[in-house]
């Protein structure tokens, strides 16, 4: 999907809700044009505490790297890039269903 809306560098913004509801201002580059509609809800640490929110999101994807670690797509308030980061699995983060 990422390289689809043009690589990393800009596939964030495609992504990201285009207003600052959810968002922390600026929400740099957020046009939404995939339909995505990723809202920042920062993400959950292993011993239950929130940080982050409004000013970024992440989605594991479906691949693991080990039994302890996954990779995950993350965005940001500030820029319009995606990056693929590594995130513990105990970690709580995003996920979009899809219909297959």
């Known amino acids: ?15 990201k ?3 600052t ?11 939404n044009s995939s339909w995505f509609t990723a809202l920042a ?3 959950r640490s292993i011993y239950g ?3 982050e929110m409004g ?9 693991s790297i080990n039994s302890a670690s996954a990779y995950l797509w ?8 995606a990056a693929n980061l590594s995130y513990y699995k105990k970690n709580g983060l995003s996920v979009r269903c899809i219909k297959d």
């Open 21 to 31: 509801t959810h968002w922390n201002n600026p929400n740099t580059g957020a046009t």
């Open 74 to 81: 993350k965005l940001y308030t500030n820029n319009d890039n």
């Open 55 to 63: 000013a970024t999101t992440s989605f594991w994807t479906a691949t």
């Open 49 to 51: 505490n929130y940080f």
């Open 1 to 15: 999907m990422i390289n689809f809306l043009g690589g990393n560098t800009v596939a964030g913004g495609k992504l």
């Open 41 to 43: 809800s920062g993400h």
């Open 17 to 19: 809700e285009t207003d």
